[in-house]
């Protein structure tokens, strides 16, 4: 994609000149130490209307897009392999951009609402702000690929160039690879009496073009779309005589496809004059009104949505620097936004085109493959994965160890196995190929009982889950779409089995799998996640009634040891932290040996009503850690308000996705406090709109295994950042004299990684 300056009339260098700017380890220098990591990352804070002196939470919009800067931060540490850095580019654009579809229409409409009680801030200024901030943080983007990432590449022979720094010779094959695979594909569409401005399509590429007959003509307005069916960096093809070059001599060169086609667009208007050429992409809102949430048939009502979330409202037009007027009106008036929903950028519009060279094969420029290990427990093939569970319930973590070894093996197991009389399973979210899917099929067409809870509205997985329900369905499985007005949100699978007990006699034995994250193969192997087998009735009954809530109808509103939302789980979960207050308080007066204590791990926190117990929890002197890997709205640190409460987040290689919570429960050891692994994070529509599911943890062994996890994450000094009262957040110092593989200097996964490899003996 075109750099800053880019020109369609100036020749540059075939090669771009080394830059003294570029990367410590491009240029061969030592990486910098681990302290001299930035303490706040990219540019300075905008202010901020939600944080006052008597501000009491975050806003959550404000907060998302804090992360969002952590996790750009990652793409301009020079201490991770070079295309790693890259990939983060691209996830902070994926991140972006679902937040720009997600909230930024929502905010536009809530503008014409006063404050509430929930949202205490007036919305103009807010909405002001996050553009600010999201304009903001695209810049500190474009920088680190224009000042940092492109010369790094270039040292390492892979050149991200535009279409003037090609050679002559370069050009020439380039635009005959153009004329013979691009171009029948294209469509201008001119705009004029009779032609109507064409739909632009969400996240698409495209290219602006004003044409004139003639020198004294009026410009006429065209639009191209840059096809995405091709990869968008193109590697120019190789000449005669570098085919013949020794295997890897030759240096990768590539040009992108929106620059290719600008360069040849006579070819699509001949003889007409190019006045002016601008680069656009435009997002759209996400959120779709249901006409009816509680129509009788939900399948016909999402792909409904579907339709029409195509053609939603745009909420943002991105757009190279300095379009002319007559470039950009007419795509103001026809998108019908206004100016302070458009940004102009001098680097790449869509960084999500750079997984094109992520995925370049360059092992030495990325991390080492990561292959998980699989469990000590799971790992003698000869034995069934029931008799396994039968022997006490078994923990995994995942992607350190096996996803396919452990979650996959027991649906695929229960598919074949002919004692198995019936499987349920929950999908949220799957891959598009799934294992899951296929064995459910399997077990359906041989007779089993199979039923399978899709949710259908899974934000952007929808289509993929409606192709889903219409496979179960053909293959006989039963299949439900959930609670009217609940989205299903909780990860479970249960596997009826007929086996013999003790005594000889036949009995029906159930098995479940409650886990964090989704079955889906492919994020298992990038998302960190906790599965727990059991086949333990006191949780496996309840599992079973948790079926028959989503699939049937059920008023129970009281499980044995599962914490079911929207039910149970958040009046439980105050409950617990009520407990932990009285125990507080006990031990200030010295009828406790120990204090309050709470940990609990998630992916945001947003609760209200969570929050204010948590911050009762605080005043009565309860020590609260919480680990928040995204948005957090708690604000932790203000004296009499929250001065015993941090908040953590920790990102890195892996999606922290688990959720843990733990309550001290009285106990000095941690390993006897109460431990759930959960679905849910603490926020409002997970406690309230969702059907989740919280799973005990009872093992002392699995529970170890959780208060590891939490300590390596306690002592992480690498991929860990600590919340601050303002709403920033700030890298903690390492010790200087941590040891050379603790969790200070290497953080949390590579930590994690290690030691799973020294729990198999590798």
Not at 227 to 238: K, L, N, T
Not at 312 to 334: K, N, Y
């Amino acid at each position: 994609m075109s750099s800053p300056g880019e020109s369609t009339t100036t020749a540059a260098p075939a090669t771009p000149p080394a830059d003294p700017g570029r990367s410590a380890a491009a240029n061969g220098r030592p990486s910098p130490p681990p302290d001299a990591a930035p303490q706040q990352p990219g540019p300075a804070a905008v202010a901020r209307p939600d944080v006052t002196p008597d501000s009491r939470v975050f806003n959550r919009d404000l907060a998302w897009l804090e992360f969002n800067r952590r996790v750009l931060s990652l793409a301009e540490d020079e201490r991770r392999p070079l295309l790693e850095r890259v990939k983060f580019l691209s996830i902070f654009s994926n991140n972006l951009d679902e937040f720009v579809m997600k909230r930024i229409g929502w905010l536009r409409a809530r503008t014409e609402f006063p404050p509430s009680d929930y949202e205490p801030w007036p919305t103009a200024p807010l909405l002001e702000c996050v553009r600010r901030l999201t304009s903001e943080l695209q810049q500190w983007q474009s920088r680190i690929y224009r000042d940092s990432i492109r010369p790094a590449l270039a040292h390492e022979g892979i050149h991200l160039l535009e279409y003037s720094q090609l050679t002559p010779d370069e050009r020439r094959r380039i635009d005959a690879w153009f004329a013979r695979e691009v171009f029948p594909v294209l469509t201008p569409l001119a705009v004029d009496p009779g032609h109507r401005f064409p739909f632009i399509s969400n996240q698409s590429e495209n290219l602006a073009v004003l044409v004139t007959e003639s020198e004294h003509a009026e410009p006429l307005f065209a639009r191209v779309k840059v096809p995405g069916m091709f990869s968008q960096w193109v590697r120019v093809p190789e000449g005669e005589a570098e085919a013949g070059a020794a295997p890897g001599a030759a240096s990768w060169r590539f040009v992108h496809l929106h620059d290719i086609i600008r360069n040849n667009l006579d070819d699509l208007f001949p003889g007409m004059k190019i006045v002016e050429v601008a680069h656009f992409r435009v997002v759209r809102n996400a959120e779709v009104e249901a006409e009816d949430d509680d129509s009788d048939n939900l399948l016909e009502l999402v792909e409904a949505q579907l339709r029409q979330r195509r053609f939603a409202r745009a909420v943002r037009l991105e757009i190279s620097s300095s379009p002319s007027r007559r470039i950009l009106t007419p795509l103001l008036e026809e998108l019908k936004i206004g100016p302070e929903d458009v940004e102009e950028r001098t680097g790449p519009l869509d960084y999500h085109d750079l997984n094109d060279i992520s995925d370049l094969d360059r092992p030495d420029l990325k991390n080492k493959p990561w292959r998980p290990v699989v469990p000590v427990r799971l790992a003698d093939k000869d034995r069934d994965i029931f008799s396994v569970i039968r022997d006490g319930d078994v923990l995994v973590h995942h992607p350190y160890e096996s996803f396919e070894a452990s979650a996959q093996r027991f649906v695929t197991e229960a598919a074949r196995d002919p004692n198995v009389l019936a499987i349920k399973q929950t999908i949220y979210r799957t891959s598009r190929d799934s294992p899951f899917v296929q064995s459910l099929i399997r077990a359906a067409e041989a007779g089993k009982q199979v039923a399978c809870l899709v949710e259908l509205r899974a934000r952007f997985d929808e289509q993929s889950n409606v192709r889903f329900a219409r496979m179960l369905e053909k293959a006989g499985a039963h299949v439900a779409y959930g609670v009217v007005g609940l989205k299903t949100h909780c990860k479970a699978s249960l596997v009826i089995r007929r086996e013999t007990d003790e005594a000889g006699a036949n009995v029906l034995r159930a098995y479940a799998h409650l886990g964090t994250g989704n079955y889906h193969p492919k994020t298992a192997q990038l998302y960190t996640d906790l599965s727990v087998f059991t086949a333990n009735p006191a949780i496996t009954e309840d599992v079973v009634d948790l079926f028959n809530f989503l699939t049937g109808r059920s008023l129970k509103s009281r499980y044995r040891s599962l914490l079911v939302a929207p039910v149970t789980m958040k009046s439980t979960f105050l409950e617990l932290i009520d407990r932990e207050i009285a125990i507080a308080r006990d031990h200030a007066r010295g009828a406790s040996p120990v204090g309050g204590r709470i940990i609990a791990k998630m992916n945001a926190m947003e609760d209200r009503t969570v929050m204010a117990k948590l911050y009762e929890a605080s005043k009565a002197g309860v020590e609260i850690t919480l680990y928040v890997r995204g948005f957090c709205c708690l604000r932790p640190g203000v004296p009499g308000l929250s001065e015993t409460i941090k908040v953590v987040s920790v990102v890195g290689r892996f999606l922290e996705h688990s959720r843990i919570f733990h309550f001290g429960a009285g106990k000095t050891d941690p390993v006897d406090g109460e431990w759930f692994i959960s679905s849910a994070d603490w926020m409002y529509r997970n406690l309230n709109n969702r059907v989740e599911s919280a799973c005990p943890v009872l093992g002392r062994e699995p529970r170890a295994r959780l208060v590891e996890i939490f300590d390596v994450m306690a002592h992480d000094r690498r991929t860990a950042w600590e919340l601050r009262p303002d709403g920033s957040y700030a890298k903690r110092p390492p010790d200087p004299d941590a040891a050379p593989d603790s969790p200070e200097l290497i953080g949390t996964f590579e930590t994690l990684m290690l030691r799973a490899r020294q729990s198999v003996g590798v």
